[in-house]
């Protein structure tokens, strides 16, 4: 009965996409009913692929020969080879799989396009919304929505998402407040289960003829399904309003780890309820299950974890794999800790946790980039998709509206929030070092969303045995749509309105990872003074542990004994020079570094830097000379390799450009320091020798308001202009230029007369201040040449020849 | 004399932070409460809360005897006896402040050679946790007194500046708990994060001008982002607090 889904979905789509209109429109062809699954390819052809009108009708009677034509089939003795088939059936689940996915992505596109709407309401609102609106659809038709089926949504759409919060989890903040977050998931949660259930069941007895079957373990599994915060609604929520890490952290944990409590509950009232009686010691090995089913997922978590770590390690050949290993191997932990009822989600995020650091120091940056971006896509799409279900489903399913057992089941779910919260925290207070104040207690109790996790869990009740499962979803889901909607759409406002603090936005700078090192030391110290084994103390016993051991065997080659300082370094250093390539090239600088260089910070040097104009005129015709050839050398070479290469990636290339012309500069500056003898700091640092040459010059760039500075192009092979470099920003508004300006156009490979400008700079370096020729072509030998990041369009670097 | 301190007084910052609580010094009942007592200006107490409590200064007292050898003052040398602390890349640095004046808020300069029980608790405070009852004001000076004594552990040479020379410093004892030691990596490192400083602070340079180093306004715009007064503290002065601010 699926069929429907995709051509309603179709309809649903019409809006976005035009191409799909005439299919739609074609549907509506009168196909007999006893063959629904010709109907849709019936009007496939016109619709998707681009098959003439013609043929289709062509194929149709060949294809239905048992239907309406069958007559004609039966009259000819051996039927002509289609030459044209439809087979509908063979692609239909694959093909309304697509067809949803896209739905979701479209939706998620639109909602993006309409910033006014996304901003007020969360996009797990709308969708939810736009599910309700397709089931509706797809009702009005005539035809039965499909339903959000728990194993679809256990086994393929949770898992990326809880990868993708296990992967990125801030670990730091996690640990330390691994209590408080154990504690309300753990603790919080059974009290929500408990209250919540005793309660309903006090409802159940008083509450009339419909409510009294209901017996205390029924009410118990509802509240245990119920009780549960929803990882998928929180982070949904939560990534939307920036609320402050610690916040942040607190209530999504509390919705990971909560998995645990929730699963041991949930078996455990599902198996109770079929037995006669239960005894205490059914009640003791439940209690018993928790430890094993939370430990024993964490226990699979990081087996798989290090097995993957171990994996990478070896991956240096092939690295098109290497994220792959990272998704299987979590996939696996998740399906594993499900075979034996553990809880996936402690398991999949115990295996993120633990591959992470040594995975990403194996394997290359362009496989950590793809497994970012593949997390963070499936995720969001596996989210789309569920809060469309959510919705399709609600439209789709059996209801029985109790009122008195909705109502009491919304208002006891709340106060069990908010009671649970308060007491929790009033516990908590007494060993936190950072008190949550009132404040943040309200945001985590109304942070307290509930999802699609409980609603799977529902729909797996079996019917046999929980003939009051309709009810139960009911309730369920209206809990679900008024956490969503009331609290979700509410709580920005909220936190704007109490101020609770929100996320800063930093740039994780080397300062603050120095500091943040120091700190710590510092803190380990003065506990190892005062003699108290605290966190700091343990933390830095796991460090050592790790660093002695561990990475050896996980991580391949030097690597392993990199210490953390300057892995982290050497990973802004890449982060900045792709920033630097991606930003589209060498003019703007966007990292911190652009605007000072290390003559500023180290004075000594100066006297390096001041002899340089003083030069003799012949002296600096050689220097420039050298760094010419140099320059050109790795132009030239790169120029050939990019055109040679049917697949370059520009990003890559551009990339290694830089780290050759970075490698160049610090040659030549070596090869400047020698030739001028002077003997000081001939061991720079090479930062501060690539800080020098690399970036010194772009750093003083005419200002902004030089915008009508006359462009200089430069032709590398004529005789006439040495430089084959210029700044790639100047180049890019020459492009712009050229396309508005016809006569320039035509004098493209012309090297212009640069005309001073830029009055406001007073900076040697700065082209436009300097009138003298030499001293602009010092500057341009200096900078790196800029990427080419379209070729076609840089005419400058094109030799005539062309 | 603590008392001006808290006044307006430019460059001063309210640096007493008190390990003396009012109650906690008579209740704690041990030899410790001889050093401790009477001797501050009871208008500081109305502004810093009692950071450490009768509980804590015990122990704190325990183990300044197990450190001094039942010496009322503890040496450099006392500090060797600590194996943990042999494993800490800045193990100087932090041996370094508990003897620096200037975290000792002594008026003059320099190093002390010995530190008594005052002085021991003097450091401790800088670990105080934060305590909800602080307001703005509070807040903000307890933010800069822990600075400024990490403040002081970078500035070794007591100039009011981080140099560049300094902060090489620091960076090479961060990763000299590394066994491979490239110091070509610690100073590149060093350098990088002085530019970052520079560019943070100074903003747009020119060639010709200078950045001699971190001062301390410097080093509180670097540290906006973190948080420090929920991270610098240490554990065990989190005991249940017993004294109350008077």
Known sequence: MNEHQGSSGLKALQGYLPLLERCSGLQADPVPASEPLQRFPGAEPGGITTAPPASAQEIEPLHKQPGNHSGEGA?????????????????????????????????????????????????????????????????????????????????????????????????????????????????????????????????????????????????LLFGSIISAVDPVAVLAVFEEIHINELLHILVFGESLLNDAVTVVLYHLFEEFANFEQVTIIDIILGFLSFFVVSLGGVFVGVIYGVIAAFTSRFTSHIRVIEPLFVFLYSYMAYLSAELFHLSGIMALIASGVVMRPYVEANISHKSHTTIKYFLKMWSSVSETLIFIFLGVSTVAGHHYWNWTFVISTLLFCLIARVLGVLGLTWFINKFRIV??????????????????????????????????????????????????????????????????????????????????????????????????????????????????????????????????????????????????????????????????????????????????????????????????????????????????????DPYEEAWNQMLLRRQKARQLEQKINNYLTVPAHKLDSPTMSRARIGSDPLAYEPKPDSENLPIITIDPASPQSPESVDLANEELKGSSHLSSSPEEDEEGLVMRVKEPSSPGTDDVFTPGTSDSPSNQRMLRCLSDPGPRPEPEEGEPFIPKGQ | MFAALHGPAPGRFCSRVLPRAPGAGGSAGTSAGTSMGTSTGTSTLSLCPPPVTSDQIEHLHRRFKQLSRDQLTIRKENFDSIPDLEFNPIRSKIVHAFFDKRNL??????????????????????????????????????????????????????????????????????????????????????????????????????????????????FLKMWQGIDIETKMHVRFLNMEPIGHCY
């Not at chain 1, 694959?94 to 309401?121: D, Q, R, T, Y």
């Not at chain 1, 933390?539 to 004994?561: M, P, Q, T, W």
């Not at chain 1, 830097?609 to 050398?633: G, M, T, Y």
């Open chain 1, 435 to 648: 008190k949550l104040t009132p404040k943040d207690q309200f945001i985590i109790a109304y942070g307290g969303l509930r999802g699609a996790i409980a609603f799977s869990l529902c729909y797996l009740l079996d019917y046999e045995h929980f003939n009051m499962r309709d009810m139960f979803l009911t309730a369920i889901i209206t809990v679900i749509f008024f956490t969503v909607f009331v609290q979700g759409m509410t709580i920005r406002p909220l936190v704007d309105l109490l101020a609770v603090k929100k996320k800063q936005e930093t740039k994780r700078s080397i300062n603050e990872e120095i500091h943040t090192q120091f700190l710590d030391h510092l803190l380990t110290g003065i506990e190892d003074i005062c003699g108290h084994y605290g966190h700091h103390h343990w933390k830095d016993k796991l460090n050592r542990f790790n660093k002695k051991y561990v990475k050896k065997c996980l991580i391949a080659g030097e690597r392993s004994k990199e210490p953390q300082l300057i892995a982290f370094y050497h990973k802004m250093e890449m982060k900045q020079a792709i920033e630097l390539v991606e930003s589209g090239g060498l003019g703007k600088i966007p990292s911190a570094v652009s605007t000072v260089s290390m003559q500023n910070i180290q004075p000594k040097t100066l006297p390096v830097e001041r002899a340089l104009p003083a030069l003799s005129k012949d002296k600096e015709e050689e220097i420039r000379k050298i760094l010419r050839n140099n320059l050109q050398k790795t132009r030239q070479r790169l120029r050939s390799y990019n055109r040679h290469t049917l697949v370059a």
């Open chain 2, 105 to 218: 808020r002594q008026e003059s300069d320099g190093l002390a050679d010995e530190i008594d029980f005052e002085d021991f608790l003097t450091i401790m405070s800088y670990f105080r946790p934060i305590e909800t009852s602080m307001d703005e004001e509070q807040l903000e000076r307890f933010r800069r007194d822990k600075l400024k004594f990490l403040f002081h552990m970078y500035d070794s040479d007591r100039d009011g500046k981080i140099t560049l020379h300094e902060y090489r410093n620091v960076v090479e004892e961060l990763l000299s708990g590394n066994p491979h030691l490239e110091k070509e990596a610690a100073r590149s490192i060093a350098d990088g994060a002085m530019m970052e400083a520079a560019s943070i602070c100074v903003g747009q340079m020119g060639p010709d001008q200078v950045y001699e180093g971190i001062t301390f306004e410097d």
């Open chain 1, 75 to 219: 009259a000819k003795p051996r039927k002509a080879f289609p030459v044209l088939g439809i087979d509908y059936g063979h692609v239909r689940i694959p093909f309304e799989i697509s067809l949803w996915i896209l739905l979701a992505c479209l939706m998620k596109l639109g909602f993006h396009v309409i910033p006014s709407v996304s901003n007020i309401v969360p996009e797990s609102c709308l969708l939810i919304v736009v599910g309700l609106l397709v089931g509706g659809l797809i009702k009005g038709v005539g035809e039965k929505p499909p339903i959000l089926r728990s194993e679809i949504f256990f086994l393929f759409l949770l898992p990326p998402i809880i990868l993708d919060a296990g992967y990125f989890l801030p670990l730091r903040q996690f640990t330390e407040n691994l209590g408080t977050i154990l504690i309300f998931a753990v603790v919080g949660t059974l009290w929500n289960a408990f209250f919540l259930g005793g309660l309903m069941y006090a409802v159940c007895q008083v509450g009339g003829t419909g409510l009294n079957h209901i017996g205390l373990l029924a009410n």
